[in-house]
């Protein structure tokens, strides 16, 4: 998801809310009655720049999630350098 305007902490709260609400779904994962469906999410916030690509911003989105996901469920990794 891309949030345009948005700074890092109001970013994260926007992630927490997210987190939140799926947890609160309960959502079965694979049709186990004590399993429930988990979510990772991987955040990142840039001042746009000349020497910034997107994709280096995509990058390091991506290295927030995998460390989110190597971390535990339900897990939000913020990453602020690039």
Known sequence: MILPN???????????MILTAV?????????HVDDFFTLNLGVTSVIPSSELSM?????????ALLQAKLASSDRIVILTKY
């Open 23 to 31: 947890k609160a779904m309960k959502i079965a994962d694979n049709g």
């Open 6 to 16: 948005t700074q890092a902490e109001p970013a994260l709260h926007i992630a927490e």
């Open 55 to 63: 994709n280096k911003l995509i990058v390091t989105a991506e290295k």
